[in-house]
């Protein structure tokens, strides 16, 4: 059978047959094989379908019938809700050993050094579907006008990205349990990554403030990585020791027509409660940004027209009173912000920028990665919300964006010739080249 251009480039890079038919068979008594299953949401996923009752209609009557076939919702829940999540995780693993020795996780920045950067996310938020492995939180909410509390039930899962690439890859994720907080998962992650990995598989972890606590900062050392963490007032003592000693002359300063950069470095800064000293970057940045301001004034409704009077008839001469009307306006309005970073980060010679280079780059997971992953892959759409199958389907969705974005940098950008398409447009051609290949071949 003819293979897509997708599946025979994953197949190329990582063996990617081979890797998924060793998944083993959850069920006991399997009407379809596992691998069908699987094919049907990875390859899904991949084209962006988002719920699985799409999927599950594009495997009865759209671009995946010829290649997967009539497969049901139902069914394909069944089926995550007794796999192995496990497993799935060992495939993320095997693919970012694979993008490691293929040299995709390094970039020039990063002075050779693999970054990657922890987070958490909330998914499936609501108010009337749980499962058992749901947390819940009592709100205020209106409901018919009233205020009133209620039960709100959600997920949320801690990430690992590098971020040190020409793009983002996720390196695992992990659901957070009732009543563990998400420092506490996101280390549990991180073990776990470091078992599948191996030690030193990345460099530097960056985070954000939340994770600069003695017990995190000590068990991460003892994954034999380096960090580098926002400093916020969490630690009001560090901070506060950080900003006396920073109150000075800046060491860098750079402007460019973007911005206006100062940069002050202290190697070592006490920090009682950890009983030990840290390395401190802060930053000023003056960015001379574009910033879009809504302003709000009234707007006079012009008088209805004669012509129209018969569609508006009786009421043609009325005026009407000015409305308000929401007006754009653009306007050059620079945008303040002052970074603290704690690190453990031994420089040598490395000048001090780097600490706000690699603190910046924890950006890329916000601004990026769980913009993209929710908006274009569905992240959040609670399709199969029962415990096991939502893990087991979240972790297939966070692979087929982790090898659409490796296919969409590796080969469909670094092929492109004229104006590359964007990521969403290449799920489209992927779904129309399922469409295709088949109707070509038969
Ligand atoms: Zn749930």
Same mark, same amino acid.
């Given at each position: ?314 009421? !043609?001469?009325? #005026?009407?009173? &000015? ?7 653009? /306007? +050059? *309005?620079?945008?303040?912000? @002052? ?74 950008? !670094?092929?492109? #010739?004229?104006? &590359? ?7 489209? /051609? +992927? *779904?129309?080249?399922?469409? @295709? ?6």
């Amino acid at each position: 059978m003819q293979r897509h251009q997708f599946e025979a480039y994953l197949d190329k890079v990582f063996d990617w047959r081979r890797l998924t038919a060793v998944l083993t068979e959850g069920r006991q008594y399997p009407l379809y094989p596992w691998s069908e299953a699987f094919d049907a949401v990875f390859l899904g996923s991949a084209c962006q379908f988002g719920p699985l009752h799409r999927i599950e209609t594009e495997c009865r009557c759209g671009a995946l019938h010829k290649r997967i076939g009539t497969l049901s919702e139902d069914m394909l829940a069944y089926a995550m809700q007794r796999q192995n999540p496990a497993e799935i995780f060992s495939l993320g693993c095997q693919v970012a050993q694979q993008l490691k020795r293929n040299g995709v996780l390094r970039s020039d920045w990063a002075r050779g050094r693999v970054v990657a950067a922890v987070d958490g996310i909330e998914i499936c938020s609501s108010y009337c579907r749980c499962c058992d492995a749901c947390m819940s939180r009592e709100v205020e909410r209106k409901v018919e006008g009233k205020l009133q509390k209620s039960t709100q039930y959600y997920h949320r899962l801690s990430a690992v990205t590098v971020v040190s690439g020409a793009f983002p890859i996720f390196l695992g994720v992990r659901f957070q349990q009732d009543g563990e907080t998400e420092v506490a998962c996101s280390l549990a992650l991180l073990q776990d990554l470091s078992a599948k990995l191996g030690r030193r598989f990345i460099d530097i972890l960056v985070a954000d403030a939340i994770y600069l606590q003695t017990s995190f900062v000590r068990e991460v050392e003892l994954l034999a990585l380096d960090w580098v963490i926002n400093l916020k007032d969490n630690q009001p003592d560090l901070l506060a020791e950080a900003g006396r000693l920073t109150a000075g002359a800046p060491l860098y300063h750079e402007t460019t027509p973007q911005q206006d950069l100062q940069l002050w470095h202290v190697p070592e800064v006490d920090w009682p409660v950890a009983d030990r000293v840290v390395r401190v970057v802060k930053t000023v940045r003056v960015q001379n940004a574009k910033r879009v301001k809504v302003e709000e004034r009234p707007v006079e409704v012009p008088r209805i027209e004669e012509t129209q009077a018969g569609k508006t008839k009786g009421k !043609s001469s009325k #005026r009407k009173k &000015p409305k308000c009307s929401r007006v754009k306006t653009k /306007q +050059l *309005a620079p945008i303040v912000s @002052t970074n603290f970073y704690a690190s453990n980060v031994d420089l040598g010679a490395i000048p001090p920028y780097f600490i706000h280079q690699l603190g910046g780059s924890r950006w890329t997971i916000d601004a990026q990665v769980f913009q993209t992953i929710t908006t274009d892959c569905h992240l959040k759409r609670p399709s199969a919300h029962q415990d096991c199958a939502l893990i087991v389907l979240t972790m297939i969705r966070v692979l087929a964006y982790t090898l659409t974005m490796v296919f969409y940098y590796r080969q469909v950008r !670094s092929h492109c #010739r004229g104006v &590359p398409p964007g990521f969403c447009d290449m799920a489209r /051609q +992927l *779904a129309y080249g399922y469409l @295709t290949l088949f109707s070509d071949s038969s």
